[in-house]
């Protein structure tokens, strides 16, 4: 009988494991402990699609940097063959590989645990993201089939997006910042009821004076 995978949940811990990286040793979620961080598997290396990928996130590492969050790759190939081609992508692309790879029987391992190998797609790991906080607590995550490289700006903007809402309790429209309907605006999550005196107070004022605006009773949103 096939063995199940128990995937880890959204808001449930990111299972502790000690990995092979192009930069040695690690301890996810250990040796990031106050940082975010983006793990993501490919299939294979020197292969064309997850290149760009690799590129790709290596462009946008700075913008990752900024929201405080760290990049980690993974696929099944060996640690040694990592190293080879980060090295033909620095040498060829115009971003470097700042980032460790995860490879070896560790990564088979990741893989196995986080459900990153679908065997009707064949042997290899199948492109998936996971986003994880500064307290090690898994966020979001996503899979792409083999044959669809990833928008490295979505995982960018997802960040971005939660940590918006850790920071102010307001959740973000679709397509945010660019949402063709409310803009950049945020949408209020819960508005205070009337047993909250002082928070349903400032929430009416904010909505009289516009600081807030109502399409429905359940559809409010504003501007940080």
């Known amino acids: 009988m096939e063995k199940k995978i128990s995937l880890p ?17 690690k301890n996810i979620p250990e040796d990031y402990k106050g940082k975010w961080f983006v793990l993501f598997s490919h299939p294979g290396d020197f292969t064309p699609v997850c290149t760009t990928e690799f590129e790709s996130f290596a462009m946008s590492e700075n913008e990752f940097k900024e929201l405080n969050t760290e990049l980690i790759g993974l696929s099944l190939d060996s640690v040694e063959d990592h190293k080879k081609w980060v090295e033909w992508i620095n040498e060829n692309a115009p971003a470097k590989i700042n980032y460790p790879v995860i490879g070896g029987e560790s990564a088979n391992v990741v893989a196995k645990e986080l459900g990153m190998v679908h065997e009707k797609l064949g ?66 999550v ?35």
């Open 9 to 25: 949940a959204l808001g449930e811990n990111f299972p502790s494991m000690e990995v092979e990286t192009t930069h040695g040793i």
């Open 123 to 188: 042997p290899a790991s199948v492109r998936a993201v996971f986003i994880v906080d500064d307290k090690g607590v898994l966020r979001l995550m996503m899979y792409y089939p083999m044959v669809i490289g990833r928008n490295i700006s979505e995982i960018v903007r997802s960040v971005n997006a939660l940590q918006v809402f850790d920071k102010y309790s307001v959740a973000t429209p679709a397509d945010y910042p660019n949402n063709k309907w409310l803009g950049e605006n945020q949408v209020i």
């Open 190 to 224: 819960e508005q205070p009821s009337e047993e909250m005196k002082e928070a349903r107070e400032a929430f009416d004022k904010a909505l009289g004076n516009g600081d807030i605006v109502q399409k429905a009773a359940w559809l409010n949103h504003k501007k940080l």
